[in-house]
């Protein structure tokens, strides 16, 4: 009774030993086993070879591709305890079963593969008992038929139609799609078997922690699949691949990752996870897409055409299956790229958590892994992001990624690049600071951080800098090397316009023409050297030889938007308007969203056909503005005619139209929608004028410090609601040249609505006043607006007349005088002065400026030159 009692345990604790893998200490347990229980030599013959052949397979692993041939002496030793304990035949059903298995197994490892195909069929693995079965048995009927799948797949298949010629028989592609049938099938039974095996062998190792062992032992992190349990769940989907049946390819992995999660297949998961958003993100769209909780269809695109009806069926059932999630309200994806993102963030999760980070030299390999498995997963996330247009929530995961990113440049270079899209600059070039560390030969990393410092940075000091790397980099920079001059003369050209002295913007000036014409003369070819070239010749009042450089841009690239606008320009200064006009509508024909030609448009417009054209061409650029930002209010359809809807219905009553008076400027937004009979294309500026005004002002103050007619401000983008501003003040200009201040007012508080503290806002109710004779209200205005923008120089003009007409001639020629300052080329500013000066007896000064505004003028454009944004 003893004797039994002492063996019932010897066996629970090897068969625990054998679950766990812990092959150390099997020899001291036969010899126990042996020393108690004489009957059970075949036993120990059975554990002895199982324990030296597991030993020898993890000192010798077999590598991925490889082909074992040939005997081992090690392994002679393995046989020969196999070999004994199935001659006795001694062995309860259950040993002699698993001694075959262990007997084929070796076969595989020597390379007898037909040998080993030979036991497998003795043993007859699809009768083999999954139910009750111990956890070690379990590992042993996976790796069996991982085993079997890899000797069916080394053995040619032995058929009759294999002697035949006729090779192309129905009989042998009959045979051919059954045997790759039964190989897939023991590779997905293999695999379901494996999840099975590592849940109940975590399972069990956690309740002996729980309940038996004092003394900790192996934990699951411990546990290797091996290589037959790493085939049994990887090789399936692979072959279906190689197939081309993605498919069931899909399906396997969904499979495998719908599984309860261990600890062991945790690195095995992630793999998958990046795999198959791979294939979701390359190879499915969203017509193929099917969802995971559905049946896959019988007929997909993508699948090999030339396949079809050789396809696998899953056509096997096990009595156990590994356990799978479950429950009520789980998150399940209904298209391709959300199944691809919600794999590819476990992914990174799983990355994070098990990073290496230590630099010790015993971890570098380990680290080099982490990395570059970490890695994948970012540039697929980039992928699947990038599609969305999500850039905020790509530049948060990388910025996760930043742990791993130590003297890594492709994750400091991605992470500059999706926050240069996702909107934050300033964080941007910081990070490219990194980059160019971390590379410094290669050019288009300072190139990239120019073109944000003189874009929505404006910071035009470290733009500078940022260019002269790339300068200084000489030879190496090769066809950059072009580049760098023209980012350095872009940089010069926006301090020109910055400076407020004139001899400052002189030499900025000088500076920027040098550049640009080093960059035209090392890229000759380079439309855009060529076209900056004609502005700055434009902006410093060149017009022939901008006229040259702008035509050569032209031939270079004919349907570039800003040549043809400059261009346009260049023949309004010459005072050829009309030509002017024709350009702008030939580049509208190409480019019709583009705010900037419409603004030309106008002007030119109201020079050669009149307000009434101009008006039109206000109306067609707000319902521009409200298909290209579909910014709608459902709820204000059917209200009546807008506003210009109004105006142009009938052109005959242009000129007897009137417009609702905003008589109450303290309430900042209409007073009644409804009465008005505003549409939805202009009351949603109502709408939502008093929630964003608060918020944006000081967005507002800083970009409508720019041009009234510029598309794009100095410091960055436009945003859509200072376009419709825009657009409202053009349209008051208009009014105002027809001498109607109401219709005016009406446009200008539109504007107002969206940026009450816009400068061009307070500088067109100045105007409006001054329309109005109410000159001590204009001068009011004109001093709000200065006190906003110092440097307004139509203001600044505006304001000086004023002060002319109130006799106060000193201040009027200091105001003036300062304009010019800020812009010399302002002929009407030198106009103004003349009469100043003249007015206070100074003749030849006053002469002087007359005839400088007399030279200017001949040269003006219908818009200043620097409403063509300036950016690299």
Not at 431 to 448: F, S, W
Request: proline share 5%; hydrophobic share 40%; glycine share 6%.
């Amino acid at each position: 009774m003893t004797a039994r009692k002492s063996g019932s345990r010897l066996e629970t604790e090897i068969e625990r030993c054998r679950s766990e893998c812990q092959w150390d200490k099997i020899p001291e347990l036969v010899r126990q086993l042996s020393a108690k229980l004489i009957s059970n030599d075949d036993l120990g013959e059975l554990l002895q070879g199982e324990c030296k052949l597991q030993t020898y397979l993890k000192e010798n692993p077999i590598k991925q591709g490889a082909s074992p041939r040939g005997p081992r002496p090690k392994l002679v030793e393995v046989r020969k305890h196999l070999t004994a304990a199935l001659d006795r035949g001694n062995l309860k059903a259950d040993y002699l079963q698993e001694t075959s298995l262990l007997m084929a197994k070796l076969c595989y490892v020597e390379g007898e593969y037909r040998d080993a195909l030979g036991h497998y069929n003795r043993v007859n693995l699809d009768d083999m008992q999954l139910v009750g079965a111990p956890v070690y048995r379990l590992s042993m009927i996976a790796e069996a038929y991982a085993t079997k799948g890899l000797c069916l797949e080394k053995v040619p298949a032995a058929s009759p139609s294999l002697s035949n010629k006729n090779t192309g028989s129905p009989a042998s592609n009959r045979s051919t799609t059954d045997r790759e049938q039964e190989i897939i099938t023991c590779y997905e039974k293999s695999g379901d078997i494996a999840l099975l095996y590592l849940q109940e062998a975590e399972k069990a190792l956690s309740a002996g922690i729980q309940n038996r062992s004092p003394k900790p032992g192996p934990t699951a992190q411990d546990q290797e699949l091996g290589y037959f349990l790493e085939t049994g769940l990887q090789r399936a989907h692979v072959i279906h691949f190689k197939n081309g049946n993605l498919t069931h390819g899909v399906g396997r992995f969904r499979e495998i990752l719908r599984a309860v999660e261990t600890r062991t297949t945790q690195n095995l998961r992630m793999t998958i996870a990046r795999q198959l958003a791979e294939i979701l993100l390359r190879g499915m769209c969203e017509q193929s897409y099917w969802s995971p909780l559905e049946d896959p269809p019988t007929v997909s695109p993508l699948d090999d055409p030339t396949r079809q009806g050789h396809t696998h069926s899953k056509n096997y059932s096990l009595s156990r299956r590994p356990r799978v999630y479950s429950g009520e309200n789980l998150f399940c994806p209904q298209e391709n790229t959300e199944e691809a993102l919600l794999l590819l963030l476990i992914s990174e999760s799983m990355a994070n958590r098990d990073a290496v980070l230590s630099r010790i030299p015993e971890h570098n390999n380990d680290r080099i892994i982490s990395l570059q498995s970490a890695s994948v997963v970012y540039d697929l996330l980039t992928i699947a992001l990038g599609r969305r247009g999500q850039y905020e929530m790509l530049s948060e995961c990388l910025e996760r990624a930043m742990k791993f990113a130590f003297e890594e440049f492709h994750l400091w270079y991605q992470l500059a690049l999706s926050l240069m899209a996702a909107g934050k600059s300033a964080r941007a070039v910081k990070v490219l600071k990194e980059c160019i560390r971390l590379k410094p030969d290669d050019p288009t990393i300072p190139l990239l951080a120019v073109k944000l410092c003189i874009g929505p940075l404006h910071w035009l000091d470290e733009g500078e800098c940022f260019g002269k790397i790339v300068i200084d980099m000489g030879e190496k920079a090769a066809e950059f090397r072009a580049k760098g001059y023209l980012a350095i003369g872009l940089v010069y050209s926006l301090k020109a316009t910055d400076a407020s002295l004139r001899s400052t913007q002189e030499d900025y000036q000088r500076k920027a023409l040098g550049a640009f014409q080093r960059a035209q003369s090392l890229s000759p070819t380079d439309h855009l050297a060529a076209f900056y070239l004609a502005l700055q010749l434009a902006v410093s009042r060149q017009i022939p030889e901008a006229l040259g450089y702008v035509r050569q841009a032209l031939q270079l690239q004919g349907d570039d938007v800003h040549s043809l606008h400059l261009l346009a320009l260049l023949l309004s200064a010459q005072k050829h308007y009309h030509d002017g006009l024709n350009i702008i509508e030939m580049a509208l024909s190409e480019y019709p969203e583009n705010f900037n030609l419409l603004y030309t448009k106008v002007k030119l417009e109201s020079m050669c056909r009149g307000p009434e054209e101009a008006l039109l061409t206000c109306k067609h650029m707000l319902q521009i503005w409200k298909s290209f930002y579909n910014l709608t209010n459902p709820s204000d359809s059917g209200r009546g005619s807008s506003l210009l809807d109004r105006a142009i219905a009938d052109r005959r009553q242009l000129n007897a139209m009137t417009l609702p008076d905003f008589s109450d400027p303290e309430t900042g937004g209409l007073q009644d929608a409804n009465t008005l009979g505003f549409s939805s294309m202009f009351s949603v500026c109502s709408v939502h004028a008093t929630s964003i005004a608060a918020s944006r002002v000081e967005q507002a103050l800083s970009e409508v410090a720019s041009s009234l007619q510029s598309s794009a401000p100095k410091h960055g983008p436009l945003h859509p609601w200072m376009t419709l501003a825009q657009i409202w003040l053009h349209a008051a200009e208009v009014y105002i040249s027809m001498s109607k201040p109401a219709e005016a007012s009406a446009c200008t508080q539109e504007a107002a609505n969206l940026f009450p503290t816009s400068h061009n806002v307070l500088y067109m109710r100045g105007q409006i006043a001054e329309l109005r004779g109410n000159i001590d209200e204009a001068k009011r205005w004109y001093e709000e607006a200065l006190s906003i923008n110092p440097t307004h120089v139509k203001t600044m003009q505006r304001l000086g007349l004023i002060l002319h007409q109130l006799q106060r001639y000193s201040l009027s020629e200091k105001v003036l005088r300062d304009a010019v300052q800020v812009n010399s080329t302002a002929h009407d500013v030198w106009n103004s002065l003349g009469e100043v000066l003249q007015a206070q007896g100074n003749a030849a000064a006053a002469t002087e400026c007359f005839l400088t505004a007399l030279e200017l003028e001949a040269s003006s454009p219908i818009l200043p030159f620097t409403i063509i944004p300036r950016a690299l």
